[in-house]
């Protein structure tokens, strides 16, 4: 039986490691591969995305889209979590739910800008839920199931009119 101590790589499966600046025999000598000073051949160089003074590819590609700053990333959870959270026991389905419910029960991390609730999923129980958003086949499915939905998104409000 082989020993820990003794285990080594197969015959040939390793190679061993170029020693470079060894000597003009080696092959690998001198500059040792690097070519003519510069700021290539010294170490602790790393030029990246530098192509010799043509423009770089990530300039010369063209802009697209747009990164919307005050966007709202919400905290999405769907019918099943909820589902699987109720038959373990860990959240009640006669109390009402909210975010910070979802969040103490470990269906959520964190509320981030708010809870949506998404249908994926069956309902079977009967909830009152309070979310910032949901989608319209949630809202459908919590409604059939004889729950109460409650959205703390506020209305968008209608343009005045000129």
């Not at 999405?76 to 979590?81: D, I, L, Y």
């Amino acid at each position: 039986m082989t020993k820990l101590n003794e285990l080594s790589p197969r015959e040939g499966s390793t190679k061993g490691r170029m020693r470079v600046g060894r000597g003009q025999g080696s092959g690998k000598g001198k500059t040792a591969g690097r070519g003519v000073k510069g700021q290539k051949a010294r170490s602790g160089v790393a030029i990246a995305g530098f192509e010799g003074g043509q423009m770089p590819l990530h300039m010369r590609m063209p802009k697209r889209g747009f990164n919307n700053p005050f966007a709202k990333e919400f905290a999405e959870v769907n019918f099943w979590r909820i589902e699987q959270a109720i038959a373990a026991g860990k959240l009640d389905a006669k109390l009402p739910i909210d975010g910070a419910v979802l969040v103490k029960s470990g269906i959520l991390r964190r509320l981030k800008g708010g809870v949506r609730l998404l249908g994926k999923g069956e309902l079977t129980a009967k909830l009152d839920i309070t979310v910032y958003s949901a989608s319209v086949a949630a809202i459908a499915a919590v409604e059939k199931a004889g729950g109460k939905i409650t959205l703390t998104k506020p209305a968008p409000a209608e343009k005045a009119e000129k």
